[in-house]
């Protein structure tokens, strides 16, 4: 009986979301360390919010991957991006083929998502300080009254 149980729970543990977790690094190009469950279906990097358009506006896009094919690769696989460096499986939908990435600039906030399947997504936003991507907050919203109201966000850090 005990063997059963004990086999249960490392059927139930193993078979667990992980959530999928981002670190930055490196210096041009910094480095996305990936890490969760998941299967990677969508990579985007934004920059600054451009006049008349919203957060996750395509005019705010300055990275974005999709798989080639299927479901894309599980993180575990991945492990770490480049920014500008497509890896194997996926190709860039934004900007279009052939046209390379913005480079990074120093004291401006972009933001990330990473869309997973069969585990949670990740997003984050992020300034270039001395060379160094550093987590920084980025807009969060509180529910006033019925009314979504955006708010300053604690510091990730």
């Known amino acids: 009986m005990r063997k059963s149980w004990l086999f249960l729970l490392v059927l139930v543990t193993l078979s667990c979301e992980q959530r ?10 910094i480095i996305f360390n990936m890490s969760g469950s998941g299967r990677l279906v969508q990579l985007t990097v934004f920059g600054p919010v ?11 896009i300055l990275w974005q991957l999709v798989p080639i094919d299927g479901d894309g690769e599980r993180l575990s696989n991945i492990q770490v991006i480049k920014y500008g460096v497509v890896p194997s499986g996926y190709k860039q939908v934004l900007p279009r ?4 990435v913005e480079p990074l600039l120093e004291n401006t906030k972009y933001s990330y998502r990473f869309v997973t399947m069969n585990a949670p997504h990740a997003s984050g936003y992020f300034e270039i300080r ?7 907050s ?19 850090n």
């Open 20 to 29: 999928t977790t981002v670190e930055l690094s490196g210096r041009s190009p």
């Open 50 to 60: 451009q006049e008349g358009a919203t957060e996750d506006d395509e005019k705010n």
């Open 97 to 100: 083929m052939g046209t390379s």
């Open 130 to 136: 001395n060379g160094v991507p550093i987590k920084v």
């Open 138 to 156: 980025g807009p969060c919203y509180e529910d006033r009254n019925g009314k979504w109201v955006r708010i300053d966000c604690p510091d990730p």
